[in-house]
C-alpha cells in the first residue's frame, strides 16, 4: 500500500504517454523489418521493443541483422506517418490545462523527433524548457539516469515527484531513481496483460486515462488503484 505521500511535480514521459506515437512507430518499424527480410508482427515488435532507448542490449542485439541503413529508412518513412496521424492520447490536453503542478518531459526519444512530436501536437507549450531527451544521458531507461539528470535540473526531490510511464523499461528506471511510479495503460499500444506487466516492474498505481489524476491535494493513497 501507498504510504501517505504528496506529489509536488511530475514527469511525463512521452511516447504512450502523451502522445499516442508508440503504436505508429512500432507499425513502421515491424514493415521495414519485415520488408528487409526479417517478418515480426506489429504485437511482437510491441511485446519485445517498447520502451528501450537505442542503447538497450536488446535492442543493439536485434540490430545487428540489419543493414546501416535501417534507421534511415524508419526516419524517412515515420515523419510522413506522423504528419498524417499522430495525435494526443485522449484526455491529455485537458489533464495538461488543468494541471498546476511543476511539470516536465524525460523521454528516451531522440532530441529531434522528441521536439518534432510535442510540436506536431501542440504540447510544447504545456512544457517549455523543461524537455530531457535520451542523449543527455550515457545510459538511457531502464536506466534511471534520465530521471535523475531531470529532477537534478528541476531542483526536484524525487520523494517529491510523481513519474508517468507505459512501458516496463520506464517504470524500472522511475523506481530506481526513487519516484512514485504510475503506470499508464491509455495508449493505442497497450496489448492485454501488459497492466500485469507494469505492476511486476514496480508500477505503485495504474491509471488509463491522465484525467484520473485531477484530485485534490493529489494525495496517492486516494488514487484509484485499478
Known sequence: MLKQRKIHQIIFDCDGVLVDSEILA????AEVKTEMGFPITLEEQIKKFVGMGKDHPILQDELKKFPPSYWQAIDERIKSV???ELKTIAGTV????????????????E??????????TGLKKYFG???????????????????LFALE????????????????PGVKAGKAAGLTVCGFLGGAHILEGHAELLREAGADFLISDLRALDISNWNLTKLPLN
Open 26 to 29: 512500432n507499425r513502421v518499424e
Open 129 to 147: 524548457e523543461a524537455i530531457f531527451h535520451g542523449k543527455l544521458v550515457k545510459r538511457s531507461k531502464p536506466a534511471p539516469d534520465l530521471f
Open 82 to 84: 506522423y504528419e498524417a
Open 94 to 109: 485537458e489533464a495538461l490545462e488543468n494541471l498546476d503542478l511543476p511539470k516536465c518531459v524525460a523521454s528516451n526519444s
Open 153 to 168: 535540473k528541476m531542483g526536484w526531490s524525487a520523494t517529491d515527484c510523481l513519474v508517468i510511464e507505459d512501458s516496463v
Open 111 to 120: 532530441p529531434e523527433w522528441l521536439e518534432y512530436k510535442l510540436s506536431l
